[in-house]
């Protein structure tokens, strides 16, 4: 017994944290991009919520990674509190599969062929083929596959290592004499609270005792309370991301702590009661690493059994404690879709980008909104409705800094290719928004110049603007609708729609050269009408951006290099019908 295996411990227990948080990241990735968006898809009831919670976590391999996740729909606004309790109840027990995972790693082997079951050679056979499909495959399923064996590999080597280091430990009688003194149940329950604070992973925790186990020196009666307490302290990193959140999000951590409490003190209560009556012969029990995962699944799927009918209680205490006060009032110039892009989801760029879309989507319907009330002031000016478009458009520009920010930070994560095509797409599309919006304000301008040096167009010039305008109402009404919806149908229809407006500006450029050369028109006037032409073309341009990078990334052909693509060249039937049903609608004498 030394330093060396004080390191040796160390390094397992960092190992074994690196193989997990490894193994479920791959699992994550193979199960597909949206796995994180079935917490809040999913969560009509209790039940319900409570079984993705145990799925989830199964498969991420974290309860506090799920509760963080939780944490974060909460604080955004994407769930309600009391959806959220029922999650976290699941993730308390869904926590307890890494338990039976590391079972493997007490496989014995013997001489000849059994040794092919030992845990050091499955390992080894695992971590050359994780290797071989990671390194040397061109499929991305092949590589998510092997970065799951590699991770799991890494774990066992942790898991040996960490039980190799205390073996040594083991024959110390000062080792044993402390070990033996947290079978007092509050003793045992703080050593698990300060462990598992201390290496914040409830899992590894568990994993560490299963390592002690395996060397058969410990006792049912010191493993209870420490297990106990590892449940507790597993709570200690969820508290901690939760600073900086909201009223909902710090009820959200507290429940998971509240969860953690009563579950330990219901059972260790019962259980201590009944000992104390009937002297269960269980506590002088070798524990093993088997024993050790059935102990922990038990305890915590009895306090999901218990606690589930309570999550109503669970709800109203956490609000008792944590009361209604006035939020911080945020900068009063911050929209409040972007103020609430949640910082927690950058770590799982699929609820990243769904938060994105749905700030986009507000964008969306305000840079329309700036539009409409930009061309009301052509039919009746008034300063306050100017003033009004100009404070939308500063709105926009503060939703494309924002937005622009919050997705290149997604960027610099690992993204899968659909991610990454998605990732650009929104900063094209919060671009082109952007762009419509300064549009917006600048025919605005326009209808002040306008108002302001009494200019009159004429008949003619009237009715081509008017109809010119329709058209540009419609065809922004389409994108914009598709974009938030998610519509590729609808979005099919704006480039048939963008070319006609793009014949409608040339001819209305042409009849305008006829009225200045006749002198139905005065230069002055020309400068204002050729305003309004150019800024409506341009608004049906970026209208035509918005829905072929939508096009595009629906068929899996997004390039950020020929973003503007070779959608107007395949004028195929479909698109000549629906170009000529917009020429009817849109004709000018």
Known sequence: MGIVNIISFFGGIALFLFGIALMGDGLKKVAGDKLETFLYKLTSNAFKGMLLGVGVTAVIQSS???????????????MKFRQAVSIILGS????????????????QGANGWVALLSTS???????????????FTSSQVKNQVGEILMGFAVLMYGMTAISTSVKPFCESDQFL????????PVLGILAGILFTALIQSSAAAVGILQALAMTGVLHFSTAFPILLGIAVGGALPVLISALGANINGVRTALVHLLIDVFGALICGVAFYALNAIFDFSIMEATMTAVSMALLNTLFRFVVVVTLFPCVGLLEKMACAIVKDRPEPAEESNIPEPVARLEARFIQHPALALQQSHQAIDSMANLVQTNLLDAFALLDEYTDEGFQEVKRIEKTVDIYEDKLGSYLVKISARELSKKQNEQMYEFLHSITDFERMSDHALNIAESAQ???????EFSDAAVKELNVLREAITEVVSIATSAFINDDLEMAMHVEPLEELIDNLCDEMKSHHIDRLTSGECAFEKGFAFNDLITNYERISDHCSNIAVGMIELGNDEFDTHRYLSS????????????????HQKYYLD
């Not at 004499?177 to 007092?184: D, Q």
């Not at 479909?574 to 917009?582: A, D, H, K, P, V």
């Open 64 to 78: 506090s990674a799920t509760s963080i996740m939780t944490i974060g729909f909460v604080n955004s606004g994407m």
């Open 92 to 107: 308390i027990l869904g926590t307890s599969i890494t338990g039976w995972i590391v079972c493997l790693s007490a496989i």
């Open 121 to 135: 050679t499955i390992t080894g056979i695992v971590a050359i083929i994780g290797i071989y499909l990671r390194k």
């Open 177 to 184: 004499s402390v070990l033996t003194a947290f079978a007092n």
């Open 449 to 455: 110049e306008i108002y302001r040096k009494k200019i």
């Open 567 to 582: 959608l107007k060249k395949m004028k195929d039937e479909r698109f000549n019908e629906m170009f000529e049903e917009y």
